[in-house]
Structure formats: structure tokens, C-alpha cells
Nanobody, 128 residues
Framework: QVQLVESGGGSVQAGGSLKISCVAS????????IGWFRQAPGKEREFVAA????????EYVDSVKGRFTISRDNAKNTVLLQMSSLKPEDTAVYYC?????????????????????WGQGTQVTVSS
């Protein structure tokens, strides 16, 4: 079992940058694939980025490729999402989710239902 806490959200102007964090508590953080999702008002939660257990493999939704970077530090039980060139359409509550993968391997990283554990979310607001 793992508990997730997101932080680092805030308000920024279009074109700006923001780094949000997902810190996990519990054992064996490296047994988990981590995904970042976001949810805007009135919309479904959507996939943003994912990273495998050792950070060697990352995936992004097309709309953030080249602007967002996901990374992890297993020694600190932390996954980061560095966001640059932010746009008003990036405004949402950002959530991190954890998928338990004790034997490694892949998962359907963009599927919300794959993730058993979620944080409470952090608000990101981008003004034009």
C-alpha cells in the first residue's frame, strides 16, 4: 500500500513554468509505476504523463510533449512533473496515481482504472 501527496501547484501566466511533486509514503516505492493525470471542471480525468519503476521509460499525452517532463527519485519516494510553456488549457487539478508492479513490466498507463492509489490533487491555474 502507498499513500500519495501532491504539492507545488499554483497560479502562473501563460508561457510560465511550474514544478509539481508527488511524494509517496509506504514501502517499496520502486514497485510502482506512476502516472500524472489532470481534471478540469466539468471534464473527465485525463492522462498527462507516466514513468516506470526506474525512470527509464516515460510516456506523455501529445498535447504536453516537449513542454512537460516527468522524473522520479526512488531514494526520496518522489515523482516530479516539470511543466514549461504553460497554456491556459493546462489549467486543472493535477493528480498522481500509483500502479503496483511488483514484477516490473508495463501497464495501461493512460487508463485511469489501472491506478489503485491516488493523491488528493494540486491545483494548477494558467492565466492568459
Amino acid at each position: 500500500q502507498v499513500q500519495l501527496v501532491e504539492s507545488g501547484g499554483g497560479s502562473v501566466q501563460a508561457g510560465g513554468s511550474l514544478k509539481i511533486s508527488c511524494v509517496a509514503s509506504g514501502r517499496s516505492f520502486s514497485d510502482y509505476g506512476i502516472g500524472w493525470f489532470r481534471q478540469a471542471p466539468g471534464k473527465e480525468r485525463e492522462f498527462v504523463a507516466a514513468i516506470n519503476w526506474n525512470g527509464a521509460n516515460t510516456e506523455y499525452v501529445d498535447s504536453v510533449k516537449g513542454r512537460f517532463t516527468i522524473s522520479r527519485d526512488n531514494a526520496k519516494n518522489t515523482v516530479l512533473l516539470q511543466m514549461s510553456s504553460l497554456k491556459p488549457e493546462d489549467t486543472a487539478v493535477y493528480y498522481c496515481g500509483a500502479k503496483h508492479l511488483p514484477y516490473g513490466g508495463g501497464w495501461r498507463y493512460s487508463d485511469v482504472s489501472e491506478y489503485r492509489y491516488w493523491g488528493q490533487g494540486t491545483q494548477v491555474t494558467v492565466s492568459s
